[in-house]
T-cell receptor, first 113, second 111 residues
Framework: SQKIEQNSEALNIQEGKTATLTCNYT??????LQWYRQDPGRGPVFLLL?????KEKRKERLKVTFDTTLKQSLFHITASQPADSATYLC????????????FGTGTRLTIIP | DGGITQSPKYLFRKEGQNVTLSCEQN?????MYWYRQDPGQGLRLIYY???????QKGDIAEGYSVSREKKESFPLTVTSAQKNPTAFYLC??????????FGNGTRLTVT
């Protein structure tokens, strides 16, 4: 069965450093990999999507990589700020709107001032 | 503004009662999803629907039921058969080549 694992439940990073979150998947060959941010008591919000033929995608201080050989995506936040503290979720997908969509377990990131 | 609305934000029920959670979207999305989230846990898929009048079970469908009579609406009923219904419930929708849009959730407490 499909399995999606994110590196750790919780990650503490000093402000200003780069935070790196990992998403590994098995028994799956997604065409896309999505990353979402979730704040306490709120629904997740979409951040970035990367396609299988893209190695890297950037948006402001965010960078995502996608290695289909390793079956892994890395999510980086550079120059991290306390406001980046949240839970981050990954979700591999092949067909938007046309499949069961499951998420990784999530990583709770805390940026320490 | 387009969006997805879940109501109510907080819901309290006595054990043994069925309860229905509302989810409405005006994004013209075909697909809709229900997830459950327990404290400190990830999202687990309950049911999803790709088109009106059709829906499929997710990973934890037991004790839940859904309907999809209209494109805009995907209500979830938590039945008395659900052993541990207290949780945070999230509804989402998506269209072609579109990421998921989530509502802000309903926190259900059953005592």
């Amino acid at each position: 069965s499909q399995k999606i694992e994110q590196n750790s439940e919780a990650l503490n990073i000093q402000e200003g450093k780069t935070a790196t979150l990992t998403c590994n998947y098995t028994n799956y060959s997604p065409a896309y990999l999505q990353w979402y941010r979730q704040d306490p008591g709120r629904g997740p919000v979409f951040l970035l999507l990367i396609r299988e033929n893209e190695k890297e995608k950037r948006k402001e201080r965010l960078k995502v990589t996608f290695d289909t050989t390793l079956k892994q995506s890395l999510f980086h936040i550079t120059a991290s700020q306390p406001a980046d503290s949240a839970t981050y979720l990954c979700a591999p997908i092949s067909n938007f709107g046309n499949e069961k969509l499951t998420f990784g377990t999530g990583t709770r990131l805390t940026i320490i001032p | 503004d387009g969006g997805i609305t879940q109501s109510p934000k907080y819901l309290f029920r006595k054990e043994g009662q069925n309860v229905t959670l509302s989810c409405e979207q005006n994004l013209n999305h075909d697909a809709m999803y229900w997830y459950r989230q327990d404290p400190g846990q990830g999202l687990r898929l309950i049911y999803y629907s790709q088109i009106v009048n059709d829906f499929q079970k997710g990973d934890i469908a037991e004790g839940y039921s859904v309907s999809r009579e209209k494109k805009e609406s995907f209500p979830l009923t938590v039945t008395s058969a659900q052993k541990n219904p207290t949780a945070f419930y999230l509804c989402a929708s998506t269209g072609y080549n579109s990421p998921l849009h989530f509502g802000n959730g309903t926190r259900l407490t059953v005592t």
